[in-house]
């Protein structure tokens, strides 16, 4: 177990930020140290911990002390750090049980990947990141080095910005205050109302994407995305094919998933 430093007494918890009474601080707390640690962060330290959080690092050593305890985290081998333990990989299992049955969509994304040379990927939100549940690479000289479970900026990528452009209005407005830059999104908003998917060209890294939403009963949807080197998916071809066929396979998945909840 990675050693904490002992205190010579502990603090009282600060009040939440909310005035929700029912809201158990310890626990967001908790939480929020597991919701660091993702597919390209595997291995934090406290004092990592402690910037990302934002919390003062005596809480950090206190909350990773009680989440090793419990099997939430456990120390890497021969470094200072942690990793998620067996009951956190536990408990993201029975999350991705518990969601639609995602690998009845691998083939058609399988197949989309490879149509493209591309990678496409299925997420949903999870605070400011879009989470990635199921992900298909197609054969590209360029391997985007993401996986199930990495994070992609909301504010800041086509699967983010495809997910605040499907939102309904309130959560729009509410998302929007949250952006350090309105003006991409106002475009991504326009993008998906015109087209029904979102282009984002990054010519620094010489990668386009495009994303689309799957709504499904009320607001509950997910966000697909396909992106790939800028020389294979050219930003005119992502318009002109990538895009619109994106959507044709949200409908294919989106009539899936509707029956597969009908048959539940």
């Known amino acids: 177990m990675v050693k904490v430093k002992k205190e010579e007494s502990v603090p009282a918890d600060e009040k939440p930020a909310t005035e929700d009474r029912q809201f158990v601080v310890a626990l967001g707390r908790g939480l929020d ?3 660091c640690f993702s597919a390209q962060s595997r291995m934090l330290g406290t004092t990592d ?4 959080t934002g ?3 005596p809480t950090v050593w206190r909350l990773c002390y009680t989440l090793q ?12 750090k942690l990793m998620l333990g067996p009951a956190a990989l536990a408990l993201g299992a029975a ?7 995602l690998e009845a969509a691998r083939p058609a994304m399988q197949a989309f990947a490879d149509r493209y040379r591309g990678a496409v990927a299925l997420g949903q939100r999870d605070q400011n990141s879009i989470v990635y549940l199921l992900r298909c690479q197609g054969d590209s000289d360029l391997l985007m080095n993401f996986r199930v479970g990495s994070r992609i900026p909301l504010y800041a990528s086509a699967i983010g910005g495809a997910w605040i452009a499907s939102a309904n209005e309130a959560e729009r407005r509410a998302l929007m205050k949250g952006s350090a830059d309105p003006t991409w999104l106002n475009d991504a908003c326009s993008q ?4 029904g ?9 010489h990668i386009n994407t495009v994303a689309t939403a799957i709504v499904l009963d009320g607001q509950d949807r997910y966000v697909l995305n396909c992106g790939g080197p800028a020389s294979l998916l050219p930003q005119e071809f992502m318009l002109q094919e990538v895009g619109p066929a994106l959507l044709e396979l ?14 539940v």
């Open 95 to 101: 999350a991705l049980a518990g969601q639609e049955p």
């Open 250 to 263: 949200a409908a294919e998945l989106r009539s899936a998933f509707a029956f597969n909840r009908r048959q």
């Open 69 to 80: 305890k419990m099997g939430y985290l456990v120390a890497a081998r021969d470094r200072d």
């Open 55 to 57: 919390l003062p690092q």
């Open 33 to 35: 140290v597991l919701r």
């Open 192 to 195: 998906y109302e015109q087209r």
């Open 49 to 52: 911990i402690a910037g990302l």
């Open 197 to 205: 998917f979102v282009m984002l060209a990054r010519p620094a890294h």
